[in-house]
């Protein structure tokens, strides 16, 4: 896969202005956040960027993860009160195994 620096920098920085953007009026921020529905939209209609999977992580939000078949990804932040903060975002991503769902459901097939 060819790396591409300048592309990255500009592709983080336009989903860093673009979810500043969507929450302009909101006082000084760690982190770019929007409602979450507001920066699902603006992933997926800036960058063909859907929920590829989330967890919980240890302070209680729940961690998202964002790709395109393109291989860009962001990673966001949700608050129980549905704030969504864009923490990271790049390219070059690869699903390394299927989804959990996928592998149960295979497991649970009898071998013929």
């Known amino acids: 896969m060819t790396y591409y620096p300048a592309y990255r920098l500009r592709r ?3 989903v860093a202005m673009g ?3 969507l929450c ?3 006082p000084a921020v760690a982190a770019p956040c ?3 529905a507001e920066v699902v939209k603006a992933l997926a209609s800036n960058f ?3 929920p590829l999977g989330m967890g919980l ?3 209680g939000s729940l961690v998202v993860i964002f790709t395109s078949p393109a291989g860009t990804w962001t990673a966001a932040t949700v608050s129980a009160a549905g704030q969504a ?3 990271g975002a790049g390219d070059g991503w690869t ?3 299927p989804p959990v769902g996928a592998m149960a459901q295979a497991e649970s097939k009898p071998t013929p």
């Open 19 to 21: 979810a500043l953007a």
């Open 48 to 50: 063909n960027e859907k």
């Open 12 to 14: 983080g920085q336009a």
């Open 57 to 59: 992580s240890q302070s």
């Open 95 to 97: 699903d390394l195994a």
């Open 34 to 36: 929007a409602p979450r």
């Open 24 to 26: 302009a009026a909101a």
């Open 85 to 87: 903060c864009v923490v």
